[in-house]
Each structure stands twice: as C-alpha cells, then as structure tokens.
C-alpha cells in the first residue's frame, strides 16, 4: 500500500480542514494579516481568533499544537493582555542577500520575516558572480557568529538587478559577472541549503508592501532607480511576476524609437533617460566625476544645469509610469532606489510627467517615495526566504 | 437572538466546508474548471469528483441537494457513462446586451454563460444612451418571447466602450450619449434587474479566457482594436480590473509626445495610430468614404496604399503592446475587434513592432487573432452576468 504523506489530505476533507486552519494562524503569525501591528508585538490569543475568523478553542488547540513542537513560544499575558504567542527564534533564522552593481547586502532574519541584523558592502561592478557569493558567504558567516545563537538558517532568499527566468540571470548590463548562472543551483550548492533568487524591484514591491509604505494597498508599484531602471508589482495583495518572471521591466520602455541607444540594444529606452549612469553621463562637463551624492547636493544649492537634469530624468520617468497606470491602475506608487534620495527634487517632475502622459482616470495615482530606501531589496530577500520557510506540524 | 443567515457561517467551521464544497461543484458546472469540454457537454458524477477532489458519495449528495431545489437536471448513464449533471435551464436565464459605436448586441444565455440565443442591430454613433437602451430592450423582448419559455432573466451583463469605474461611464468619445451615466442604476432600474456593467475589452477577455482561445492561459492580454483601442487583462486566471476598474488603457499609451492631437486630449497615443477611424482618415484621398471593410479588401488586392497603412497601424500596435509585455509579461495576446478581420495584413506587423521594442524575455510573446471575433464582448456580457448569479440552497 503506497505510504500518504499528512500534508495532501484530500481537499474538502476535515483533516485538510485542520491543515488549512494551522496555516491560518501560522500566517498571521508570520506577519501576513494586514491588521497586524508591523512592529512585531506579539499578537494575543484573542486576537489569532479574530484576525483567522476561527473559533478561539481552535486557535488555542493549534497554539498548542505548533508549542509542543517548538515552533511558537506563548508568553502568559499580564493585566488585560491575554497570553501572547509568536514565532520561536530557535524554530529556525533565514538569510537575505542583495547584489546590486556595486554593493552586497546581507541579513538575517526571523521565520516572521523581522531582521535580526545585517551588514553592507561595496563591491566593484565587475565581480564575477563567485567573487561576490564569497564575499556574501564570508558577512554570512560573521553575522551568524555574533547574532544566530546555533540557530540554523533554513532558507536563503538572493536578489539581483536582473531579470529571471527558470532560474537562469538574464541579460543584465549591470552585473556582467552573473549573466547566463543559474542562480537558484549555483547558490543552493554554494550555501549548501535552498536559496530562493528573484529580481531585486520584486523584493522592493514585496518590502514595501509588506513593511513599507505600500501596506494595505492591493495593487501597488515599486520602482527602483539606481543603476538600471526596474519596476516590481504587487497585484492584489501578491508579488505578480507574469508568465516567465519578467513583468515589471519599465525601464526598457521605449519613449522615442529615435532616441539614444539603450545599453539593451534598443533605442530611447527609459533606463537612458532615467538611470543614475544616465544623470552621471549628462552632467560630465558640467560636474566631473561627480557622483549622485553630489550631484544631489549641488541641485540642492540651485545648480541650475542638476536641477534641470533631475527635472528631465522626472519627466521621463513619469512618461514611463503613466504607462504602468494607463494598463495597471495601482492604487499607489513607490519611487526607491538610490535615485529616490533626490526626494522632491525628483518627485515633483515624475508627477508631472505621469499628469502629462496618463488617462484622466490614472493621472492622480499617489506617487510616493520608498520608506525602506536603499533596504527595500535586501529586506524583500528575507521576506522571500521567511515566505518560502514552511511553519507546520502534522497531525 | 439575532437571526442568522445561512450563508455566513463563521469561516473553517463544517457549515462553511458544506457551502464551500457546494460552490466548487457549481463552479464546475458553470464550466469554469479548465479542464471541462467548452462545448457544453454535460459532466458525469464521477467527472465531477475528480474536477473537484470531493468524494464520490459528497458529490452525490450535492448534486441530490441541488436536483430537489430544481437547479440541477440530472440524466441516467448509458453504457459506461455514468449519471450525467447539467445546471437546470428552468434554475434561470442571464442576459448579455454590448453597445458599440455604432452597433448593439443582446443575447440570452444558460446559468453557465452558454449562448441560447443572440441579435445584432446597427445604431447610429451619436445617440442617447435611453435611446439605445429603448432599442436593446426591444430586442431582449423578442428573444425572450421566442426563446424563454417563460424562463425568467435572473442577471444582465452590459458591456460598453468606455472606462468604467464606480459604475460611472468615463469619458468616452466612441459612446458621447452615455458620458457621465451611472450605468448600473440606470439600467438596472430601465430592466428592472440587476445589471452588471463593465468595459467591452474586458468582457471580450473574459470571454477569449473561457471560452475562446486564451483558454488555459493564466495571464492573456485581449486587445480590442475598433473605433477605440482598449484592453482586458487577465491576471493569474481572472479578469484583472486595477484599483479603480480601468485597467487596460492602452489606447492612450503615448507613442510620441510630439504626436497627432488623440480625442482624450493627449498627443501621439496609440489610438491616434491605429484605430479604425485613423486608418480610414489617413486613406481618406485614395480611397474616399472607405470603410474598413473596403479598405481591408483593397489591401488584399494590393492597393499599396491600403497594405501601407494597415502595416504602419500595426507596426504601432506592437510598439503598445511591447510596453504590455515588458510589464505584465503575459503568455499570450488575443487581437479583436473588428480591426482583427485584417488577420495577418496586419497582425504581421503587429509581431515585427513588438519585437522591435520588447525586452528579449518577453518579445516573443505569442500574438494570436480573436477567436470569438466581434461577438467576443457580447460572450462576454453573458458570462459576466452568469457569473454573478447566486447558485445555492440552504442547507
């Protein structure tokens, strides 16, 4: 007689009844439920029972349950707080890793997805992808030393500037050195557990709504400008990634088919508008060598020809959003990446560019800057690794 | 005690697992499960368990259940074939009725969005929307009256070319005489039921999903190309709306900011390109007075005129749709409306523009003819309205 594995009950079946219960408590424990305080204060038992809709004697067989196997800790509840339960520390840690064009970020994170700590590197834009999972292994390992107390890391989630499919890195200008890897196999055997690899946009749109400013709207944007110009999408409450992993690449919209030649082969794309290379390469004579730290700083003392190239860089960036709100209809975008420090400087022309170019119906779509900034993708990657962690007991 | 209604059983309770184990029986019966025959043929009690992963005895109480509430009809096997299940035509009928800018269509439908029968009226461009109305009621009337068998219209699905949101019709210059119109209450108040409205590319998607040939597509793009250009999107398996219902507004992609002045306003959008009124206009001094149906037939002579314009228009169209599929990354797009009688005269340029601005990963993307043609919205229509038809007993 072939052996049944618990977990695929028949569906409409009591016991899948049961599955499907626990997992509605181990969600809003993981922080999923819209309502809950994203703080990480511990929930009641009062208020697992109202946020899963189950009866309160279910939510307290269940809290049982996943305690005597380690993976909650209750806590008994003092004045008129009752007994509060969250995820156990030492029920597991994760890991996120962010790769940018020139940085490596990596961090450790509770099953619920919190960072527990995290570190932040420069890297030289041309590493090969070895040398940069080396560098991530060896900040891993000091990160866990001071702060994993044993705790073993169950998952990995890895973000790279990238699009990805089946696994593989795509085409990408701005991390030569993984072009063609399979991230996923090459990752998985390099860390020696799974490691989960999405693009980092993606993570962003994830952080932000899950942490960010994006939280509690169903269908949010997030855009990230640094090096390359990429977008992630939250459609109704979940990371949409389209057929093959690709949605979401905004930055190779074509504005005008006569404009200047993308790094992508193609022409008048809005990463040549847009991009922090871009605004870099148009302000060379003016401001030399200047990085957007300066060039961010110089706008702000009213250099005209910054201001000007930031107000160009916005309308472009608009023209390309409008785009997005003519075909999607978000309720909110996101501007993050390291562009988004330009804050207003930036905003203001990006709205009215989006006004210019969108149906009266999108032209009002909020556009706010990110909340997480710069730690959007790496905290996305945690998220990703705590999401894909599975929290359960059998029967 | 306050009185509680049936249907809201608290959630993860057995009541709620009966409610839920019935609905994925009509579901199935509706014809929505992928794997059902689109031709309408009825399912067998054992079809049944395996579509919905109930147990055989579970299914046969439903179909019991339902069968005494008159919703169900049910047909002894013959042969190897078991007990068959068809939703009961006496259960109700929905009404589908799609205006366009010049043309009406209504039609009567089954419980499970199956077409019973259908009319198509030409109307003039500019009438009112009571006029239109007067006009779509009368047809109603006379399918009803050789068709129903007294069987009443439970629903009534409206489709129209126009963003609609808040059931308020947008602004629309392919349909100025309902501008401003509250569609639902007007014509839920003018049929004396209720009507469910929404945008024609989107009815035509949800038809081309169900029923045409998106079938088993989880994320499709139905663009519609007439006297407008819009889109329906289909987003993991459902009709993708936006957060306020006008999604799929890729007529008024900007193309080219210096462009020809469009009707919204805006310059350079796509409708300015490729609609059916700008590809007669542009041929207005070689073939005068044209419709396209004259010019679509001058192509296929070798007017080069005609070729030239309808490859230009498509040309265009695969620009828009680049921005769609570096986006949303579907896996498939469904070209309609009556512009698609072209075929390849113009979906071949279609494709070329589309690879000329798509990133690699997406430029591929499968780009197909309409299968339902131009009944595709009136289909639609008639799911639509299907689909909000409660069907249930009490326990």
Redesign the interface.
Known sequence: MPVRPAATS?????AS?RT??QA?VVNVLRGRAAELPADGTPVTQAELARL????PA?VSNIVRHLASAGLVDTEPGSGRRGTTVRLARSAGLVAGIDFGHRHVAVALGDLSGALVAEDRRRLHAEHAYDEGLEIADGMLTALLAEHGHGVPVRNIGLGLPA?I?DDLV??SAILPGWVGVNAREVTSGWFDRPVHTENDANLGALAEHRHGVARGH??SVFLKISSGVG?G?I??NRL???????????G???L??QGPVCR?G?RGCLEAYASIGTVEAMLANQLPDAGIDRILAAARDGNVSAVRTLEDAGLHVG?GL???V??????LIVVGGEMARAGDLLLHSVRIGMR???????AS?PVVASELGERASLIGAVLLAADRTEIAVGP
């Open positions: 028949a569906p409409g079946s009591t009844l499907a219960n509605r899963t809709g189950l009866a279910t699009p499919s795509r085409s169903a269908t977008a999408l459609v109704d949409f990634r389209g057929a093959d992993g690709t949605a979401g690449e905004i190779h919209l074509t005008d088919e992508c193609s023209w409008a785009a997005v003519n075909l999607l209809n978000p309720d210019r170019h969108a149906v009266d119906a999108a779509t």
